[in-house]
């Protein structure tokens, strides 16, 4: 790989635009590509694969596995020998397996990266990256992942990464039920929130939706529920992960009542018409439901 390689980055929506920005902030030479019109400081080709044809790293952040792999299937017979892919898009475990065997194929180095942090950490560029594949490929990527991210875990083989983040999003999607349910019936028993957050937030009931996300106004550190539920993480890719988590267990017969429990929730609460509001908004979903008899 050159010194300084060339990287060509596909998807450039609310995270991979950012993203790519920091990279060229760092000065690296970057094209991009999306199917659709962007503003960007930085040169776009017409195609994924005429963006890769010269790139050393071809960076990957799309919206599921189906599209991942097919702009996989397009990119790699235009990447040398030797290079690398990092798709950071968030999928299913299978779809990984496969794009990491496709570019074995095509003599490619491939890592499955996704990533936590939201919009506004590709903005700061303090994600943190969930890796899975080769050590060396790893290696590798790391100075990339020390641009957009502030932490960047090496979890294991191909796919590895995934895994990692369907499991830890699996355990958000029920912690942040959870924490809403706990302050809604907080406020029923006439118990003023900041109270509970002081107890919750330093002892057995905390936790980062309790500590750092809090889904109540004015409470804790700054959150999305300070600003209308404004989404931090929308509650459509919450729903999208916890399905992800909830596909693999069914594959992996590991019974998961609670976080079933959770999926079906933020269905219907995106059901309800708040699919684009922040996940935490759970809260406000919970809170306008009967309890069954």
């Known amino acids: 790989m050159a010194p300084n390689p060339t990287i060509a980055f596909i998807g450039l929506g609310n995270m991979g635009l950012p993203m790519a920005a920091n990279l060229v902030k760092a000065g690296y030479s970057l094209v991009g590509f999306d199917t659709q019109p962007r503003q960007v400081d930085f040169p776009l080709a017409d195609t994924a694969a005429n963006a890769a044809d010269t790139a050393d790293i071809v960076v990957t952040m799309l919206p599921n596995g189906q599209i991942a792999k097919a702009v996989a299937d ?136 309790v500590n750092a996300y809090c889904p109540v106004p004015g409470v804790g550190p700054e959150s999305p529920a300070d600003r209308q539920f404004e989404p931090g993480f929308a509650t459509d890719l919450m729903l999208k992960d916890a399905l992800l988590a909830q596909q693999a267990a069914h594959a992996n017969e590991v019974a998961t009542p609670m976080a079933s429990q959770a999926a079906t929730l933020f269905e219907q609460m995106q059901r309800s018409g708040m699919g684009e509001m922040d996940f935490s908004a759970m809260i406000k979903y919970l809170a306008n439901q009967a309890r069954p008899h």
């Open 74 to 209: 397009s990119v790699l017979p235009a990447m040398a020998a030797g290079s690398l892919l990092i798709d950071c898009s968030t999928i299913d475990i299978e779809s990984a397996g496969a794009i990491h065997a496709t570019a074995k194929g095509a003599s490619v180095d491939c890592l499955d990266a996704p990533v936590s942090g939201g919009a506004g950490g590709a903005t700061a560029g303090t994600l943190t990256f969930m890796v899975g594949g080769e050590e060396q490929a790893f290696r590798r990527a790391e100075p990339l992942f020390q641009i957009m991210g502030s932490k960047a875990v090496h979890c294991g083989g191909p796919a590895a990464g995934q895994s990692v983040k369907i499991v830890n999003n699996m355990l958000l999607s029920t912690t942040m039920a959870g924490t809403g349910e706990a302050f809604n019936l907080g406020r029923k028993l006439g118990i003023d929130p900041q109270k509970l957050f002081d107890v919750m937030s330093t002892s057995s009931g905390s936790c980062w939706p």
